[in-house]
């Protein structure tokens, strides 16, 4: 069974603080996403990645940065965080080619 | 431009009335399409794909490459259908990636 683990449930911080959110999947996929789901506004594409060091920015770049070091971790930075990132945050890893996704559990971040 | 659209943000039926979410894409080539559903405080999860042609917990999904649909139905609402669906389209990306592209999402709810 494919198991993407968020490091967080929820996370509060303050404005102008550098958060990080972290995701771990076990089935040795090559890409990995990272999501902001808002109501009425679906899931929308932050960064992805399709191999270790490789990043690509999605649809909503601004504000945030990703890393991955190794191939099972992915994961969001928020610079400097503000009350418009309060949101969920999910991360999905899949296989190359035409295969589904595979989601963590969600981090709800709230900035206040 | 690769898009899904999900025109009913809400979608409410009574129990044992028939179910049709509507999902509408924009693809150039041909397109891998999903359903993700996402019950309340669990992880968004696959429904079903079009290539598979199954049926899921009662759920069918026929691509119409005429109309550039892949809508979901069933015959039969239950109240554990009540639910956030997600259409999604796999769009091509770099390092011969794909990436799931979403729609808006429709929160259906089965009244007892």
């Known amino acids: 069974d494919v198991k993407v683990t968020q490091s967080s449930r929820y996370l509060v911080k303050r404005t102008g603080e550098k958060v990080f959110l972290e995701c771990v999947q076990d089935m040795d996929h090559e890409n990995m996403f990272w999501y902001r789901q808002d109501p009425g506004l679906g899931l929308r594409l932050i960064y992805f990645?399709?191999?270790?060091?490789?990043?690509e920015k999605g649809d909503i770049p601004e504000g945030y940065s990703v890393s991955r070091e190794k191939k099972e971790r992915f994961s969001l930075i928020l610079e400097s965080a503000s009350t418009n990132q309060t949101s969920m945050y999910l991360c999905a890893s899949k296989t190359t080619g035409y295969t589904e996704a595979f989601f963590g559990q969600g981090t709800r971040l709230t900035v206040v | 431009a690769q898009r899904v659209t999900q025109p009913e943000k809400l979608l409410s039926v009574f129990k044992g009335a028939p179910v049709e979410l509507k999902c509408n894409y924009s693809y150039s080539g041909s397109p891998e399409l999903f359903w993700y559903v996402q019950y309340s405080r669990q992880r968004l999860q696959l429904l079903l794909r079009?290539?598979s042609r199954e049926s899921i917990k009662g759920f069918t999904a026929d691509l119409n490459k005429g109309e550039t649909s892949f809508h979901l139905k069933k015959p039969f609402a239950q109240e554990e259908d009540s639910a956030m669906y997600y259409c999604?389209?796999?769009?091509?990306?770099?390092?011969?990636?794909?990436?799931?592209?979403f729609g808006r999402g429709t929160s259906l709810i089965v009244h007892p």
């Open positions: 999604a389209l796999n769009r091509g990306a770099s390092g011969g990636s794909y990436i799931p592209t």
């Open positions: 990645s399709y191999d270790v060091k490789m990043k």
């Open positions: 079009h290539i």
